[in-house]
């Protein structure tokens, strides 16, 4: 129990953190027009009407490695296998991306792929850290002393 909760908040900082990096850069080769109102909604569908499928697809992307990114710090930190964790972790991601799918209107294939990424690709960042782990155990238990 006593690094479970430093290992899930750290696996949601990770993977926030994840996620803006990667939408920036979608931000950046995508920016808003000028005169741009985000509170305004049809200001924000006309914007999102207007990306091309590389944006939707540098957003997926973000999600998904922010998901993978979340599960594997959860996981490192953890050193245990800790599944409903990293479900946790996804299950929060996916409440947050399906928020923003409410918020702002985006096409419907988009939405159908998102939601469906955030609990694989948590569960799989902790896969991977297991696989981790074990492997720097065995090197560690390899080393000639």
């Not at 710090?73 to 946790?88: D, F, H, M, N, S």
């Not at 991601?93 to 159908?112: D, E, R, T």
């Amino acid at each position: 129990m006593g690094r479970k909760i430093p290992g899930f908040i750290a696996g949601l900082v990770a993977g926030v953190l994840t996620v803006a990096i990667i939408e920036s850069v979608s931000s950046f080769l995508y920016p808003v027009p000028e005169n741009f109102d985000p509170t305004n909604l049809d200001h924000m569908k006309a914007f999102i009407d207007s990306l091309p499928a590389p944006a939707y697809i540098i957003d997926l992307f973000a999600h998904f490695l922010g998901g993978l990114t979340a599960g594997f710090v959860a996981r490192l930190i953890v050193k245990e296998p800790w599944t409903i964790g990293t479900v946790q972790l996804g299950a929060l991601f996916n409440c947050a991306g399906i928020a923003n799918l409410i918020v702002i209107p985006h096409p419907i294939w988009f939405a159908m792929i998102d939601i469906s990424v955030y609990l694989p690709a948590a569960y799989l960042g902790a896969r991977l850290a297991a696989t981790f782990l074990c492997s720097s155990a065995t090197l560690a238990s390899s080393k000639p002393e």
